[in-house]
């Protein structure tokens, strides 16, 4: 159930009662098969190695020069991470990571468990029919989502404004907004992504016996009450994986911001990754984007661990 | 492991009839959660049905006010506009080759270090082990800079190795595979091996046919992220040459008259959802179970 089961099974001890030539035969066995391991372990080692592992340690060194991708490059300290700390602009940009994170994270989990429960009845028709139309956007690239809503949405030409004005609402142009902006993009990311986390919390509710659900009903509990007694205690394992999962994805936000916003307006849209990828390959300060980019390390192996904690965690609560 | 996620997505059962007022509530919130499903169901395909109406529709309609949800006359004039602003064959062709060159060559490499971590007991696996929960923890968009530097250091920018080649093994991937792997009785290969098959041997014709849903599952997985991507297309690749066609599209935003091209935009758009529609549709079931399946055990 949890993210990581431990693959280290301990040696098996040699017996006092083994003969020594018996042992080096062991011994040889055990060779051979770190041999073998290795081969089997080497093309997909030498990958990782080459473009995660070292790129990972060049990334560290980067973020303590001035590095700009031409000529000379100087070692500078730790001014560039003085400088995310401190450059009003990029620490707006961590904070708009934030509060994406923020909206992103309890609404698509709100919504992916909401249909979820709906599609968790037996007793409804097209069951699979509704299960395959509401998990299509997790197909379809954020790219393409992001040109769609920015043509929905156009203040000039879209549908949405235009039906809304029908009904008496002035939607405006939501992305030159600096309020609404954010949460334009982070509902895009919500809308594509919310079948992924209906299809985790399906499995999840299937994981809850029935007998649970029975019994609350003799005992007179109410849908609400059920809901409360029964089905959010049983999801707890796979709701601990989903948030986390989901604060994750939410600080890698990039796509629909660099198609609908560019980022824009004054900075209201700008990420943490948009801006490693703005400094990095538009503004050619490598060294700034790569402590930009060890912030984000950090984040990300900070709410990893967390992640493994409480799974541990539940494990030992289990036994 | 896996009972849950078959159960979920066994065929609903015939609902249970009861006589009287208990079945008429039954009715109500039966009917009050299909209404539930519908909107739901409207939300997430309405954007899509615009993109196909829109990508048919005549250009001078698309940029109107007011807009039509349904176009006068269908014509094929965007995807002209489409080839006359970006090589979409070209790029499509790009997109292809990348997602289904990481595909392969992932499935291969991953499906042989799962099999060593899973399947041979040797010393130093512990080691290995850790250090990839470490490594996957680790977000690629970190590491954009060094591996920018890295492949033009190599000379691979704008080539189908520099964008294949540093994603031709991944740690999820790997841990996924190997947790199926692990899951195979022990028996298979133990009466294998006794017979004097190699270790490649058993890998190749025991494990991998054992194993075909979990590869099936993860191939899916990989060509769906990769011709999806965005980020790392727009960064390895500036020629026309080798971008695959999710970056070619993001350059349609921009125009010289300042209204985006839409019409164009949306055509655009359904080239590049239609090959994953089509196979979403045709193996929806292996790719909703694959979900639930990473979901799980992450």
């Known amino acids: ?319 | 492991m896996n009972q849950t996620t078959t159960a979920s997505l066994a065929p609903a059962r015939p609902p249970a009839r009861r006589r009287g007022s208990a079945s008429t509530a039954r009715l109500l919130t039966q009917s009050g959660v299909v209404a539930g499903l519908l909107v739901f169901a409207a939300l997430t395909s309405f954007p899509v049905v615009v993109v196909v109406l829109s990508a048919f529709s005549p250009e001078s309609e698309v940029l109107s006010w007011p807009p039509n949800f349904i176009p006068s006359r269908f014509t094929l004039e965007n995807f002209d506009g489409l080839t006359a602003r970006i090589p979409v064959f070209a790029q499509s062709w790009n997109s292809f080759v990348f997602a289904a060159a990481v595909t392969g060559l992932s499935l291969v490499f991953n499906s042989l270090a799962a099999y060593a971590l899973a399947r041979i007991d040797f010393k130093g696996r512990y080691v290995i082990f850790t250090v990839l929960i470490a490594i996957m923890m680790v977000p690629f968009q970190a590491l954009l800079v060094p591996l920018y530097e890295l492949i033009s250091d190599i000379g691979w920018v704008n080539t189908y190795a520099g964008l294949v080649i540093p994603r031709a093994a991944d740690v999820a991937g790997i841990f996924l595979l190997r947790q199926f792997f692990i899951t195979l009785p022990r028996d298979l290969d133990s009466a294998a091996r006794i017979d004097g098959a190699s270790e490649l041997r058993v890998f190749w014709s025991i494990i991998l046919p054992n194993a075909k849903p979990a590869l099936l599952t993860m191939a899916l997985f990989h060509f769906v992220n990769n011709w999806n991507d965005l980020l790392w297309p727009l960064i390895m690749t500036s020629d026309s040459s080798v971008r695959p066609l999710t970056a070619g599209l993001a350059l349609l935003t921009g125009s010289a008259t300042g209204v985006a091209p839409y019409g164009v935009m949306m055509a655009g758009s359904l080239v590049a959802i239609v090959p994953l529609v089509v196979l979403y549709l045709l193996v929806q079931r292996r790719f909703i179970e694959g979900v639930a399946m990473t979901g799980m055990k992450g």
């Open chain 1, 1 to 319: 159930m949890t993210s990581v089961q431990p693959a280290y099974r301990a040696p098996r001890r040699l017996g006092g009662g083994i003969p020594p030539d018996r042992s080096r035969q062991i011994a040889r066995h055990e060779r051979g098969r770190a041999l073998r391991a290795t081969a089997f372990l080497a093309p997909a080692l030498a990958v990782i190695i080459a473009f995660v592992f070292l790129p990972a340690f060049s990334a560290l060194r980067l973020s303590f020069t001035d590095a700009s991708g031409f000529g000379e490059e100087s070692w500078i300290g730790l001014d560039n991470y003085v400088a995310v700390f401190t450059d009003p602009a990029t620490l707006r940009a961590i904070w708009n990571t934030v509060g994406y994170a923020v909206m992103y994270g309890p609404l698509v989990i709100a919504v992916g468990l909401g249909a979820a429960l709906l599609l968790n009845r037996k007793d409804v028709p097209l069951r699979s029919f509704f299960r395959t139309i509401i998990f299509l956007p997790f197909v379809i690239s954020m790219a393409v989502a992001s040109l769609a809503w920015a043509f929905l949405l156009d203040p000039n030409l879209g549908l949405i404004p235009y039906w809304l004005g029908k009904v008496g609402i002035q939607m405006g142009d939501i992305f030159a907004s600096t309020t609404w902006a954010l949460p334009a993009v982070t509902a895009v990311a919500i809308w594509k992504n919310f079948g992924y986390f209906m299809v985790i919390f399906l499995a999840g509710l299937q994981g809850i016996p029935r007998y649970l659900y029975e019994a609350a009903i003799l005992d007179g509990a109410g849908a609400w009450r059920q809901f409360r007694a029964v089905t959010m205690p049983g999801l707890r394992a796979t709701m601990t994986f989903v948030i986390v999962f989901a604060i994750i994805g939410a600080f890698q936000a990039f796509d629909q911001i660099y198609i609908m916003t560019q980022g824009g307006p004054d900075r209201a849209t700008e990420t943490i990754v948009y801006r490693i990828y703005t400094d990095g390959f538009r503004d050619f300060r490598m060294g700034f984007a790569s402590a930009l980019s060890y912030v984000l390390l950090v984040i990300t192996l900070a709410l990893g661990l967390i992640q493994l904690r409480i799974g541990a965690k539940r494990e030992k609560d289990l036994e």
